[in-house]
Each structure stands twice: as structure tokens, then as C-alpha cells.
């Protein structure tokens, strides 16, 4: 079947715009992660969502920074004002539920690069 | 804080050659710790919990307490197995899978 989907598979934009980044999971998958993945590094948890809500969001950098996921499935990345620090792999996954037994399926990502 | 160490960024071993990709991790309760893998132009995507205790693809990791560390090992290693892993923890066990990624260890295996 299909997996996590993310588009647009590349996003380049200047420095100050704005910028919005899709999830599609899998179907039936209530839990949803963000992860970004700098350059060299391992990704970094950004938000986690159960169902429409998100249940941490700790992760995200700065108010710069916002996700939703209205209806429990899609779900966006928010990003205002970029900077060229935002340039990375952004990283969607979802999961059938949250805990560690319901493995993790990854995304493609989105590569976001500011110029 | 939790973290995860991958001291090596690259590993290049012989085929048949037995694999170790080393990981420690700093946490101070109970962590859930992973391996991920990506192959080239694919996913990432598990490779193995270690509350699994099981062997995927030849590959074994055994989670010691006392040394803080989670190293993933292959006796005889296959060139499919050239990829990059991913040590990971999870600081909530059994929750949600707000996972801490290390750097990552690019293994090449020659033949």
C-alpha cells in the first residue's frame, strides 16, 4: 500500500517567506511526527500529534515554527520568515498508534532550502 | 540531557567481515533504544527495539546498562547491507516516539 507522502519533494525559497510542508500518513495511522534532519546530523523531533491534536510540541525551534492537523490526518508545517538556518530535510511519520510497538514509517521528506 | 553518540560517521569493512556499528547514549531513567536504516535512495525506516531482542537481516544489538551503550553487530557482513544507521532513543518507554537520533554511521561494505 501506499506510505507516508510527503510533498512538495523539494521547496526552495527566499529568506522572509513563508512556506508550508504536507503530510499525507497512512491511512488509519493516529499518530503523526514531524522530524527535521540538518545537513550531517540525525533528524530532531519537532512535534507529535495524536489524532487532531498536538500532543508535544515541544520541539519546535521558535514561534516561527507551526503545524496542524485539522481532521486527523493530512497534516502542514508552518514555517514564517524563514531563515537560512530552516534549510534541511523535513521529516514526516506516522504511526498506527503512539506507542514504541507500532513502528515508526518515514516519509521521503521535503528538502526546504533559504536563500 | 539525552543524548546519542555515534563516534563513528564512517565505517568501511570487507564482505564476510563481522560489523559493529558502536552507539552510548546518555539518559538517566529507563530508555527505549532503536536502530533505523536508510538505503540508498530509500526511507528510513526500523531496523530494531532492543525490548525486541530479536535478529533482523543478521543484525543483533544488545542494550547494556552498565556501559551505556546499544552497539548493533553482524557476524558475516553482506554488501546489501552498505547504508546509513541510525541509533536512537526514545524517552518515553512504551509512549509517544519522540525519538533522540546520534549523528549516524555510514557503513560501506567492499567486496
Known amino acids: 500500500g501506499a506510505g507516508v507522502s510527503q510533498t512538495p519533494s523539494n521547496k526552495v525559497t527566499e529568506k522572509g517567506k513563508y512556506v508550508e510542508l504536507r503530510c499525507d500518513p497512512i491511512?488509519?495511522?493516529?499518530?503523526l511526527y514531524w522530524y527535521r534532519q540538518s545537513l550531517g546530523q540525525g533528524p530532531e523531533f519537532l512535534i507529535y500529534?495524536?489524532?487532531?491534536?498536538?500532543?508535544?510540541d515541544s520541539g519546535l525551534p521558535n514561534d516561527r515554527f507551526f503545524a496542524v492537523r485539522p481532521e486527523g490526518s493530512v497534516s502542514t508545517l508552518k514555517i514564517q520568515r524563514t531563515e537560512r538556518g530552516d534549510s534541511a530535510v523535513y521529516l514526516c511519520?506516522?504511526?498506527?498508534?503512539?506507542?514504541?510497538?507500532?513502528?515508526?514509517?518515514f516519509g521521503n521528506g521535503t528538502r526546504l532550502t533559504v536563500t | 540531557a539525552q543524548r546519542v553518540t555515534q563516534p563513528e560517521k564512517l565505517l568501511s569493512v570487507f564482505k564476510g567481515a563481522p560489523v559493529e556499528l558502536k552507539c552510548n547514549y546518555s539518559?538517566?531513567?529507563?530508555?527505549?533504544l532503536f536502530w533505523y536504516v536508510q538505503y540508498s535512495r530509500q526511507r528510513l525506516q526500523l531496523l530494531l527495539r532492543?525490548?525486541s531482542r530479536e535478529s533482523i537481516k543478521g543484525f543483533t544489538a544488545d542494550l547494556n546498562k552498565g556501559e551505556t551503550s546499544f552497539h548493533l553487530k553482524k557476524p558475516f557482513a553482506q554488501e546489501e547491507d552498505s547504508a546509513m544507521y541510525y541509533c536512537?532513543?526514545?524517552?518515553?518507554?512504551?509512549?509517544?516516539?519522540?525519538?533522540?537520533f546520534g549523528q549516524g554511521t555510514r557503513l560501506t561494505i567492499n567486496p
Open positions: 539518559y538517566s531513567g529507563s530508555p527505549e
Open positions: 491511512s488509519g495511522h493516529t499518530a
Open positions: 500529534f495524536q489524532g487532531t491534536g498536538a500532543a508535544d
Open positions: 532492543h525490548i
Open positions: 511519520a506516522s504511526s498506527l498508534y503512539p506507542g514504541s510497538n507500532s513502528p515508526l514509517h
Open positions: 536512537a532513543l526514545s524517552k518515553s518507554f512504551g509512549g509517544a516516539q519522540k525519538l533522540v
